[in-house]
């Protein structure tokens, strides 16, 4: 089966820009996940898609951070405006059902604010 | 909320020797608890999961062993091969739909030809 497709890969901005990262989950996959993994660190949940409902979004910065999952399917994921303290690996995953299961995830966007 | 302790942050052994990563949690309540590996440029990979009412769980040459007494829960690679460096993370999960998996800092593993 295709794996989690993001893109784009790499992504250099000024700060104050804004930017969007988009992730399509392997078919068939019911939720869908974007993590921010910093540098030397283990990747933390922003939000959490159920279908194209969000059921996690707790750690999501909403005054800068977006995210949306069109049709339950693709999702896209903004950042408006940008700091120097968000560069980091932006990971999407999915996974079959919600609960105790592996995801699996796309190879990321990693994102430069300057 | 859940909190999950890794060590050690970097590990170095020679090929053929066995590697051992240690985690433990904070929440008693959480019940799975999955294995990453993290090659350079690419997105975390599940290698091995343990559930909470299984001790020891093994797949060819790694194993992950649990101790829900003592919330501590480890990785061992035996018989380590070259392509076996790169980043290994630990996490911990509680029961029931849409809960969140909570990471460790990573390991990196370096072995030596």
């Known amino acids: 089966e295709a794996g989690v497709a993001q893109s784009p890969r790499y992504k250099i901005i000024e700060k104050r820009q804004s930017v969007a990262f988009w992730c399509n989950p392997i078919?068939?996959?019911?939720?869908l996940y974007w993590y921010q993994q910093i540098l030397g660190q283990g990747p933390k949940l922003l939000i959490q898609?159920?279908?194209?409902?969000?059921?996690?979004d707790s750690q999501l910065p909403k005054d800068r951070f977006s995210a949306e999952r069109l049709k339950g399917v693709d999702s896209t994921l903004k950042i408006q405006p940008a700091k120097l303290e968000d560069s980091a690996v932006y990971l999407c995953?999915?996974?079959?059902?919600?609960?105790?299961?592996?995801?699996?995830f796309g190879s990321g966007t990693r994102l430069t604010v300057v | 909320g859940e909190n999950v302790e890794q060590h050690p942050s970097t590990l170095s052994v020679q090929e053929g020797d066995s590697a051992v990563i240690k985690c433990t949690y904070s929440?008693?309540?959480?019940?799975?608890f999955p294995w990453y590996k993290q090659e350079l440029g690419k997105g975390p990979q599940l290698i091995i999961d343990?559930?909470?009412?299984?001790g020891e769980k093994k797949d060819q040459r790694i194993a992950v062993t649990l101790n829900k007494t003592a919330k501590h829960f480890s990785l061992h690679i035996t018989e380590t091969q070259p392509e076996d460096s790169a980043v290994y993370f630990c996490?911990?999960?509680?029961?029931?739909?849409?809960?969140?998996?909570?990471f460790g800092i990573g390991t990196k593993l370096q072995v030596i030809p």
């Open positions: 995953a999915s996974s079959l059902v919600s609960g105790n299961y592996g995801y699996t």
């Open positions: 078919s068939g996959h019911a939720t």
């Open positions: 898609f159920q279908n194209n409902g969000v059921v996690d």
């Open positions: 929440d008693s309540a959480s019940n799975y």
């Open positions: 343990i559930r909470s009412n299984v």
């Open positions: 996490a911990a999960s509680g029961s029931g739909g849409y809960q969140k998996v909570t």
